[in-house]
């Protein structure tokens, strides 16, 4: 193909083609002589095209330009200058043609195609829905279906106040599989899963909130309950304007998640009651409010209401007591040193495993054991770790276990540790704490709300030294009978007013008739 070029074009074409090509001619100048491979050539052909479309106002220019530099191209290489044509050709193609039919499709037939899926799927569910005659409807909103901390949170809410003649329905994405998730689900009396986490974009948010009112106006919800997911406080707006006294209520878990972050203030109209799961959540949420001049009356939506632990469940029991060591062929006199929760960056699995090898340098490793309970990302680097390190004689990893499993080792266990770099109020803490075992923690999040430091267990700074204090502290445990045994016998104490699972679900009980008799600002008349 040879094309001549037009004298009438502009000096500026001229200026722009000069400027794209540069690189180009560069790297195939270095193809050719070896210095770059055929892939790393392919990028920069990519690069030019795109470039190319950038700086051309028009089609004419971009074929001009193309056209010019395929001749250049044949010049040095025909071969290359053949492969360049072909792409020229269907760059052309998808410019000219594809684009505009692609845009046609997005905005004039897929629309009603995916909308007319949409109504087959919501007629389909609510078909399947259980209407609850009498008693109160509460929708919970939470991302999707995993083990973790905020779902056992709302589990607790669930399990209480069903026998209040509370309705839960649940609206999530599906998660996890496995038997606690399926204990989880039971709970509820409806439940509509979307097959997997929908994307943030206008057709998600579209399809989250036609579920949401759907289910609203089926269930004759009156409350939703949210659970740090993003799509229920988009939805947040149009639900309010189309039901206006359904009652929202939200649950922030930690002060560094995205419910509690500034970029999320925009929401507060929305919300009739915020639940903070501790103090320094609802101190921090105070400032922002006060930071970014938010109406005061807001101020009074937030409250605490800390996590509930079952005291009666978790207590020491005689009849757990080496269970777990029988299971997994532990001697009676091994001492259990417990890591239990997802093997996530946030929760420093792999920090776990430094502190044993710390430890086992320094303390006989002949009645010691440490355990890691749970599963994640994160396991196969604990794995290559504790390989590395040489210490699997001295080590077990349980994978995920239910909550039975969770109280048998914890009542073999003589100490736990938690490493986290960040987190909200810890279960596992409160759990463990309640069964009178100490518990050596990172000072992050809540956790100083319920450990005092060597009175009912111990706190160290999340990253300095965090090895070698964390280490240090559990070898006074291991070597003192009297630091143990104050340790351990004034866990559970600090924890039967302020974390009892019952003064949690009165708190809720509360919460939930209060809200719904109360008549709040909307959020225009709050502007």
């Given at each position: ?39 790393q ?31 250049d ?14 792409v020229?050709?269907?760059l052309?193609?998808?410019?000219t ?6 845009w046609?499709?997005?905005n ?19 078909r ?6 009498d ?27 069903k ?34 986490m ?11 909130l ?18 740090n997911t ?15 006294n ?10 560094h ?15 009739d ?10 101190v921090?949420?105070e ?6 001049k ?20 978790f ?15 532990i ?22 495993v ?9 303390y ?17 680097l ?23 499993h969770?109280?048998e ?19 596992i ?22 450990i ?13 030294n ?5 280490a ?9 009978t009297?630091t ?17 699972l ?5 708190q ?20």
């Open positions: 193909m040879i094309i001549k070029e037009n004298k009438s074009q502009t000096s500026t074409v001229i200026k722009q083609r000069e400027k794209i090509t540069k690189i180009l001619f560069a790297d195939i100048v270095r193809y050719r002589n070896g210095y770059l491979s055929l892939r050539l392919k990028e920069t052909v990519l690069f030019f095209a795109v470039e190319l479309a950038k700086v051309t106002k028009n089609l004419k220019n971009y074929i001009y330009i193309f056209f010019l530099t395929i001749r191209i044949y010049r040095l290489s025909p071969g290359l200058g053949l492969v360049l044509n072909g020229m050709f269907y052309i193609i998808r410019r043609f594809l684009r505009p039919l692609f046609i499709m997005k004039f037939i897929l629309p009603p195609f995916l909308c007319g899926i949409r109504h087959v799927e919501l007629s389909r569910v609510r399947s829905l259980k209407q609850s005659p008693g109160i409807n509460v929708l919970c909103l939470i991302p999707k279906v995993v083990v973790g901390g905020s779902e056992k949170v709302m589990l607790d809410i669930v399990n209480g106040l026998l209040h003649n509370y309705h839960f329905h649940l609206f999530a994405a599906q998660g996890e599989k496995n038997d606690w998730c399926l204990n989880f689900l039971k709970k509820f009396d409806n439940i509509v899963m979307l097959k997997e929908l994307i943030y974009d206008q057709y998600a948010i579209e399809k989250y036609d579920y949401l009112k759907s289910l609203i106006k089926t269930l004759n919800v009156e409350i939703i309950l949210i659970s993003l799509m229920a406080y988009t939805s947040l707006p149009q639900i309010k304007a189309e039901f206006p359904i009652k929202i209520v939200d649950l922030l878990h930690a002060k998640l995205l419910p509690a972050s500034d970029k999320m203030l925009w929401a507060v109209p929305y919300v009651q915020r639940v903070c799961i501790s103090r320094e959540v609802k921090n949420m400032e922002k409010y006060r930071l970014n938010i109406n005061e009356c807001y101020l009074q939506r937030l409250i605490v209401i800390y996590n509930g632990n079952d005291m009666t469940k207590q020491r029991q005689n009849s757990l007591i080496e269970k777990f060591k029988a299971q997994y062929a001697a009676k006199d091994i001492k259990i040193i417990s890591f239990i929760g997802r093997l996530h960056p946030e929760k420093r699995p792999s920090l776990f430094d502190i044993a090898k710390h430890i086992l340098t320094r006989s490793s002949n009645n010691i054991m440490f355990v890691m309970a749970g599963g994640g990302e994160e396991l196969q604990v794995k290559e770790l504790i390989h590395t390190y040489g210490i699997e004689n001295n080590f077990i990893l349980t994978g995920m276990i239910n909550s039975d969770v109280q080792l914890l009542a073999d266990t003589y100490a736990l540790l938690i490493v986290s770099e960040r987190e909200g109020l810890p279960l803490m409160v759990e463990a704490m309640s069964m009178n075992i100490p518990v050596i923690s990172t000072d992050v999040g809540a956790t100083r709300e319920v005092t430091h060597g009175v009912n267990g111990f706190l160290v700074h999340s990253q300095d965090i090895v070698e204090n964390v240090s502290l559990l070898i006074q445990l291991l070597t003192s009297e143990y045994q104050r340790i351990s016998q004034n866990s559970r104490q600090a924890l039967l007013e302020k974390f009892s019952e003064n949690m679900i009165n809720y009980i509360e919460l939930f008739d209060s809200v719904r008799a109360s008549v709040g600002l909307t959020a225009m008349e709050s502007n």
